[in-house]
Each structure stands twice: as C-alpha cells, then as structure tokens.
C-alpha cells in the first residue's frame, strides 16, 4: 500500500508539539543524561568549512554502546532496546505512512531537539532500513521544510549503537559543505556522487517534488538495498541545500566495517561524514583540520570507494 503523504498542517503541530516536549524534558532534572552544552564552537578553515563543537559529556556520560558483529545482526531483546526506556522518555507516538512511530529523546543528545525515531518499536526490528523507515525519514523532512532538521541513519558497522532500528532527528543551525556541494551524475537515473576530492564519498539521491514520499522512499531504498545484499555498510543522511528547494538523500558507503563504537572523543558516523563534528576531547578540538579530517574519513570507508562500487551500482539499479 502506498503511503498517504503527510498533511502541511500536521506536520507542523508535530514538529511543535516535538519541540515544546524536548524542551520541556531538557529542563527537568534527571531525565537526560545530562544538560547539553556546547562548550565552543568554530568552523574550519578552508573550502569545506566543518562546524566542530566541544561537548565533553557527551563522552563522559553516555550510555556504553553495543557490539554488532555484522551489519545486519539478529535482534536481540536481552540487551538494550527502546522497548526498556521509562514512559517519560517518550515525545510521542504518531503514526507516519505506513509505520507507527515513537519519538523519543536521545537522553545523550549532541543538538537541540536530538530526537530518536523509532518506526514500528514494538516489532523488535533490527538495526536495518526497511521500506517503511524511510518513508517516515522523507515525510518528515517534506513536512517540516525547515533547513535546519537533518535527519540521519547508522548501520552496524558503521557507528551505530544500538541494534533497535531508529534514525537521529537532529537540528544544526549551520551550513554544511555536503548540502551544495556539486553533484557529479551517473548513469544510473536521478543517482549522483560527490565529486573525488571531496572528504567524505557520498552517492546522492535528490528530489524536488515534495508531494510524494514513497517515490523518493523508493528511489532511496533500493540503493540502499544493494549495499545491504552486497554486506556493505554505510550511513544515511537526509539534508536541504539553499535555499529548500532540493532534499538530498546523501548514502556514504564502508568499505572498512566498524563493529564496535567506543565512546571515544572522535567517531566518523553519518553528521561527522557530512560536516558536523561534535568532540569530546579539547586537544582533537583545537588540533583537527580539514586534512585530518579527510584522513580519517579515507580509514573509515576505504580507499578508491568509487571505483570499486560504482560498475556493481550500475549493474544492479
């Protein structure tokens, strides 16, 4: 069954109602893990201009992450899952196309209104994007039409932490380099990269329609759905360029699983990979640049990645 695109109006009274809950929760003791602060901030120098913040609590005090052998491991109830959260932990809970959705704070948020997304919480899904969850990532993003929510997605083995699907609702009032960067096509129908020199590798998927969400879902998941049956991982960020009239679903393969995300001050996950770089050490802080970064994205996805995915894209979408 198709998915009923989402009304303007209603979209809006969730992202309100969305909105006053984190803010009201934020500000009651002993809910989060703990109140977020961004200690400092700057922008890089140079062409691409990372936003990098200090929030040191954010390694301190979160939650220990789970191990995930593989990127597509069996669910399992014993461990941590968003079905063990207290009740008070819930936004709310709406239904989004075809899925019914939990909203939920991320109790060790990096952005004002960090939210979790969790389609279907109670069908103990794993950590996987199915059909239906990117429906309600694109919905969202067509009804909020504000530049400012991004919404992102970790695969085990690439930085995810817990074996519960879920996306991140983040909200960055910030230009990142990921949103007008020039986009190089393919000949594969409406599916674009980023250009070699940039830092992170990307294929772009993007959309100017915004009345339908299961089309773009669509176009989305089946791209996905290659790196899942070839046992790639990879992150998915979803972003506006300037001034919102294009939505860019940006896919970033790994060709170099990690299976295990240590709380350390520096990971490469889906908003690192798109210019977004929250820290937790002072020293990384004051001492990364755009070169370090490069660096650390190449040891994160591999080396010559579009060279060696772009024929087996060509041949299988």
Same mark, same amino acid.
């Given at each position: 069954?198709?998915?009923?695109?989402?009304?303007?109006? &209603?979209?809006?009274?969730?992202?309100?109602?969305?909105?006053?809950?984190?803010?009201?929760?934020?500000?009651?003791?002993?809910?989060?893990?703990?109140?977020?602060?961004?200690?400092? %901030?700057?922008?890089?120098?140079?062409?691409?201009? #990372?936003?990098?913040?200090?929030?040191?609590?954010r390694?301190?005090?979160?939650?220990?992450? !789970? #191990?995930?052998?593989?990127i597509a491991?069996?669910?399992d109830? !014993? @461990?941590?899952?968003?079905?063990?959260?207290?009740?008070?932990?819930?936004?709310?809970?709406?239904?989004?196309?075809?899925?019914?959705?939990?909203?939920?704070i991320?109790?060790?948020?990096?952005?004002?209104?960090?939210?979790?997304?969790?389609?279907?919480?109670?069908r103990?899904?794993?950590?996987?994007?199915?059909? !239906?969850?990117?429906?309600?990532?694109?919905?969202?993003?067509?009804?909020? &039409?504000?530049?400012?929510?991004?919404?992102? $997605?970790?695969?085990?083995?690439?930085l995810?932490?817990?074996?519960?699907?879920?996306?991140?609702?983040? #909200?960055?009032?910030?230009?990142?380099?990921v %949103?007008?960067?020039?986009?190089?096509?393919?000949?594969?129908?409406?599916?674009?990269?980023?250009?070699? !020199?940039?830092?992170?590798?990307? #294929?772009?998927?993007?959309?100017?329609?915004?009345?339908?969400?299961?089309? $773009?879902?669509?176009?989305?998941?089946?791209?996905?759905?290659?790196?899942?049956?070839?046992?790639?991982?990879?992150?998915? $960020?979803?972003?506006?360029?300037r001034? %919102?009239?294009? @939505?860019?679903?940006?896919?970033?393969?790994?060709?170099?699983?990690?299976?295990?995300? &240590?709380a350390?001050?520096f990971?490469?996950?889906?908003?690192?990979?798109?210019?977004?770089?929250?820290?937790?050490?002072?020293?990384?802080f004051?001492q990364?640049?755009?070169?370090?970064?490069?660096?650390? $994205?190449?040891?994160?996805?591999?080396?010559? @990645?579009?060279?060696?995915?772009? &024929?087996?894209?060509?041949? %299988?979408l």
């Amino acid at each position: 069954m198709a998915a009923t695109p989402p009304k303007p109006n &209603q979209m809006q009274e969730l992202k309100q109602t969305l909105e006053a809950r984190w803010t009201e929760l934020h500000n009651t003791e002993g809910i989060f893990r703990y109140q977020l602060t961004v200690e400092r %901030e700057r922008i890089t120098e140079g062409r691409f201009g #990372f936003l990098l913040q200090l929030n040191r609590k954010r390694t301190t005090a979160r939650r220990k992450p !789970d #191990f995930m052998a593989n990127i597509a491991p069996a669910f399992d109830p !014993d @461990l941590f899952n968003f079905n063990k959260i207290k009740p008070v932990e819930i936004l709310c809970e709406t239904r989004v196309g075809d899925a019914d959705v939990s909203f939920l704070i991320n109790d060790s948020p990096l952005t004002r209104y960090h939210i979790l997304v969790v389609p279907d919480r109670s069908r103990n899904l794993k950590q996987v994007l199915t059909e !239906d969850s990117v429906v309600v990532a694109v919905s969202l993003m067509f009804g909020f &039409q504000d530049r400012r929510y991004r919404l992102g $997605f970790n695969s085990p083995g690439a930085l995810a932490s817990v074996n519960h699907l879920h996306l991140h609702l983040m #909200f960055v009032d910030h230009e990142l380099y990921v %949103e007008d960067a020039p986009l190089v096509p393919l000949s594969v129908e409406k599916l674009y990269r980023l250009d070699w !020199d940039h830092p992170a590798k990307a #294929f772009v998927i993007v959309s100017q329609d915004f009345t339908s969400p299961q089309t $773009f879902a669509n176009q989305i998941y089946k791209l996905i759905g290659v790196f899942l049956a070839h046992n790639i991982a990879h992150n998915l $960020f979803l972003t506006w360029n300037r001034p %919102e009239t294009v @939505l860019r679903a940006l896919v970033y393969p790994r060709l170099r699983p990690c299976v295990y995300k &240590q709380a350390s001050p520096f990971n490469v996950a889906f908003c690192e990979l798109s210019g977004f770089v929250p820290l937790g050490n002072e020293s990384d802080f004051e001492q990364l640049d755009e070169r370090l970064l490069g660096e650390h $994205f190449l040891e994160a996805q591999g080396e010559d @990645l579009y060279g060696q995915l772009e &024929q087996m894209l060509m041949d %299988e979408l």
